[in-house]
């Protein structure tokens, strides 16, 4: 039985990321917690949220958890969701601040002057369901094929440096990427939570990931 911790820093409702991953993970202890010390005891982390970036960043310093979330990304099997992706990256165009600085990267504004085949301008934010192509194989996307569809609510994408990373992208306003892998960590653009039966195979197969990924 694992100890799940979805971490709350006091942006966005994480009732629904619990209510989801307790629905497929009945074996396991899901919690939601601020707590640093949850988050050392932790066998597995969730890091969702939603909000402005440099707000994030300021309630997880007030809240003494950035040092314990980078301590967790190193050792445990980790899951970033939506501003949970963003904000493991370096940089962000919103308000022009450091994040954590897990992975190399910065996260970049859509343009809302670009437009469609219609020639109507693409509305920001990216709000609605999408699809994900799946440029490498990853455990928590396998018996979901390329191009399922998964719920999206986002103004700002990641741009890695490194490519190796990239797991799935998808496409509006730019090919943008929805999907990153590094050694235990994963995250994704999209809500698993909102996205119906393709978000809780997302879900289970991170409970059922041993953390291991080679790229």
Not at 102 to 108: D, I, N, S
Not at 187 to 197: D, G, I, L, M, R
Not at 199 to 213: E, Q
Request: aromatic share 10%; hydrophobic share 40%; with cysteine.
């Amino acid at each position: 039985m694992a100890l799940v911790v979805v971490v709350d820093y006091g942006m966005g409702n994480l009732r629904s990321v619990e209510k989801a991953l307790a629905h497929v993970g009945m074996a396991d202890i899901v919690k939601v917690s601020g707590h640093p010390e949850d988050i050392e005891k932790a066998d597995k982390i969730v890091f969702p949220g939603q909000g402005a970036m440099p707000d994030c960043m300021k309630e997880l310093a007030s809240r003494r958890l950035i040092e314990p979330i980078r301590a967790a990304s190193t050792e445990k099997p980790f899951l970033g969701i939506c501003i949970g992706l963003q904000l493991l990256f370096e940089r962000s165009e919103e308000g022009c601040v450091d994040g954590l600085g897990l992975l190399p990267g910065e996260v970049r504004k859509f343009s809302s002057n670009k437009l469609d085949d219609r020639g109507a301008k693409f509305k920001v934010p990216h709000m609605g369901w999408n699809t994900v192509d799946i440029r490498q194989a990853h455990p928590i996307f396998e018996g979901i094929d390329s191009d399922e569809y998964f719920y999206f609510v986002h103004s700002y994408f990641v741009e890695p440096v490194n490519s190796q990373i990239i797991v799935g992208k998808t496409g509006y306003i730019n090919n943008f990427t929805s999907a990153v892998a590094h050694k235990n960590i994963v995250a994704v653009q999209f809500h698993p939570e909102k996205s119906q039966q393709a978000g809780l195979k997302i879900l289970a197969n991170f409970l059922g990931w041993d953390g291991c990924w080679s790229g």
